[in-house]
């Protein structure tokens, strides 16, 4: 029985405490050791795609409270003859399938964790205008930080339908721990091999 409630005692103080300071602490770290990872990206994506060399985008994050996510640049500006951009596919370049597969697109998303808008592992943050598409219970995933890798990116990531990948998501929220943590740092690679590119879930979930 003591060692229940010493299991539930550190977990608790983990999750309230010692993940943050951990979060800071291995981002500020990561972002010295990559620095010339970060700063050769960001020349090849001004030379092959132009500026902006940042994709920013607003999403929402824990308490559902929206931030601005930063990630390198992976797709052209090319639009139609109506002046309308092109379908996320067309303007996705192979350099750019390359920054995605290998993860290299989201390591500006460190200077997020630094900044406290993210965790280094946690839910994935997506877009703001699935709020309203979410079931009841998925709503738990914005209890939490959102995060630079997760169970669902260990799990499939986008190969995995919506609904298993945010099941994936309140499994995680509901067994925070810093073992868990641990597993998912464990069996996350930065190459992450060909994703499918999913349906929208509020595309999905209007049918």
């Known amino acids: 029985m003591k060692n229940i409630f010493l299991y539930i005692g550190v977990d608790f103080m983990y999750k309230q405490y010692m993940k943050r ?4 602490l291995l981002s500020v770290l990561a972002l010295v050791l990559l620095s010339p990872v970060m700063l050769l990206t960001a020349i090849l994506v001004r030379a092959k795609l132009g500026t902006p060399i940042l994709f920013v985008q ?6 559902e409270q929206i931030f601005k996510l930063l990630k390198f640049r992976t797709m052209t500006e090319k639009r139609d003859g109506n002046g309308e951009l092109l379908p996320d596919e067309e303007r996705l370049t192979k350099f750019g399938r390359f920054l995605r597969t290998t993860s290299l697109d989201e390591l500006p998303e460190l200077f997020n ?6 965790s280094i592992v946690g839910p994935r943050p997506l877009l703001v205008r699935y709020l309203s598409f979410y079931k009841k219970e998925e709503r738990i995933r914005h209890s939490v930080r ?3 890798t997760g169970l669902a990116q260990i799990n499939g990531r986008n190969n995995l339908s919506w609904d298993d990948r945010l099941a994936l998501d309140i499994r995680y929220v509901k067994t925070i721990s810093f073992t868990n943590d641990l597993k998912v740092l464990n069996r996350s690679d930065i190459a992450s091999g060909n994703q499918m590119i999913m349906q929208d879930l509020d595309m999905e979930r209007k049918k």
Do not use: N
């Open 146 to 148: 959102p995060g630079l």
């Open 58 to 63: 607003e999403r929402p994050g824990k308490y």
């Open 21 to 24: 300071c951990l979060d800071i």
């Open 113 to 118: 964790i630094v900044k406290g808008d993210m």
